[in-house]
C-alpha cells in the first residue's frame, strides 16, 4: 500500500528553517501529513513543543534529530557531478527516530552525548569567524549569530560575507573559504554512524541515512556499509531523489534487508517547497514508523 501522509524530515527556528514548530505543524497538517517527525540538526529542543501542536491537529508525533556525523567512505566525483553536488560533503547526516515514549536511561545518555555537539556550534563559529578577519573580511560575530533563529551553522556566516561583498555566493563562500579543507573552516571529530546507531537503538530508536544522493558513493556500496554499521534504514524518498532513484534505492534496501524512509527535508516555502506529498510504499518503512 502506498501513502503520501508521511513526512519524517523537515527543520524549524531550532536549527535552520524559517517556520516555527506551530508553524510547521500548521503546514503539516494542512498539506495532509498524518505522520510527522522533526528532524532539527543536533538538537531535540523541539520536541515538547512539537508534541503538543501534533496532538491539537489530530497528527502522529514521531521524536526526531538529523545527527552531524563523519563521511564514512571517499566520494566519486563524477558521481556527485552527475547528482549535480558542486562541492563534496563535509559530514554525512544520519536521521534519528525513536518512540514517542523513549527508553528513559537510553534516551538520557544519549542527551547527554548530544548536547555537546550542539552547544560546540557558537564557539566553533567564533573561531571560523576569527579565521576570516584574519583575511582581512570584517564579519561582526553578532551579524552571524543573529541570522541564525536556532542553531548557527556556516551557513548563516556564508551569507553574512555576501552582504558584505566579500564573495558572490553562498557557494563561492564555501569553495573558497569556508569548506571542508579551506582556509577558514575548522574541524571538529564528528560521530560516526556506528556509535550515533548504537546510542540512538539504547533508546529504543533507530537510524536512516539522509539524502543519500548528497554523498557521491555509488548507492550499492553506500547501502552495504550502512549496513555494517547497524543503520536500520535509508531515506530513499528524499525530495531531491527522482524517481528512478527512490525506486532503484528502494529495491536495494530490500536486497539487503534495510528499511526506507521518507522525507521533504523541509526548510521553509521558499521556492515553491511544501511538505509532505511524497508516495511511500508503507510496507517498507520500520515499523516504528508504520506502527506510530
Ligand atoms: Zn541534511
Ligand atoms: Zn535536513
Known amino acids: 500500500m502506498w501513502s503520501s501522509s508521511f513526512d519524517l524530515h523537515c527543520h524549524t527556528t531550532h536549527s535552520d528553517g524559517a517556520l516555527s514548530v506551530e508553524e ?6 494542512k498539506q495532509h501529513v498524518r505522520v510527522w517527525s522533526l528532524t532539527d540538526h543536533d538538537t531535540i529542543a ?4 512539537a508534541k503538543v501542536a501534533a496532538k491539537e491537529r489530530n497528527i502522529r508525533f514521531v521524536p526526531g534529530v538529523e545527527l552531524t556525523c563523519a563521511v564514512e ?9 552527475a547528482s549535480s ?15 514517542y515514549n523513549p527508553i528513559p536511561e537510553g534516551l538520557n545518555n544519549f542527551k547527554d552525548w548530544l548536547s555537546p555537539l550542539q552547544d560546540d ?6 573561531e571560523i569567524i576569527d579565521k576570516v578577519n584574519g583575511f582581512g573580511m570584517k564579519i561582526e560575530p553578532s551579524d552571524v549569530l543573529s541570522r541564525a533563529k536556532g542553531s ?8 553574512a560575507m555576501v552582504d558584505a561583498g566579500y564573495v558572490e555566493s553562498i557557494d563561492q563562500a564555501f569553495e573558497e573559504w569556508l569548506g571542508d579543507g579551506r582556509p577558514c573552516n575548522v574541524e571538529r571529530p564528528k560521530p560516526s554512524l556506528a556509535e550515533a546507531t548504537a546510542l540512538v537503538h539504547a533508546a529504543g530508536g533507530i537510524t536512516s541515512l539522509a539524502h543519500p544522493r548528497y554523498y557521491g558513493v555509488d548507492y550499492e556500496t553506500l547501502i552495504q556499509h550502512l549496513k555494517a554499521s547497524g543503520v536500520d534504514a535509508i531515506e530513499a524518498f528524499h525530495r531531491s531523489h527522482s ?30 517547497h511544501r511538505p509532505g506529498h511524497m508516495p511511500v510504499v508503507v510496507k517498507s518503512l520500520p515499523a516504528l514508523i508504520s506502527s506510530a
Open 46 to 49: 523541539g520536541w515538547d513543543e
Open 73 to 81: 567512505l571517499p566520494w566519486d566525483e563524477n558521481i556527485l557531478e
Open 121 to 126: 556550534r557558537v564557539p566553533r563559529m567564533l
Open 85 to 99: 553536488r558542486n562541492r563534496p560533503p563535509s559530514s554525512w547526516h544520519l536521521l534519528a527516530y525513536f518512540p
Open 243 to 272: 524517481d528512478d532513484e527512490r525506486h532503484q534505492l528502494w529495491k536495494l534496501a530490500e536486497k539487503y534487508g534495510l528499511g526506507i524512509t521518507v522525507g521533504s527535508d523541509f526548510h521553509s516555502f521558499r521556492g515553491g
Open 24 to 29: 510547521l505543524a500548521d503546514a503539516m497538517a
Open 152 to 159: 548557527v551553522g556556516r551557513p548563516h556566516l556564508a551569507m
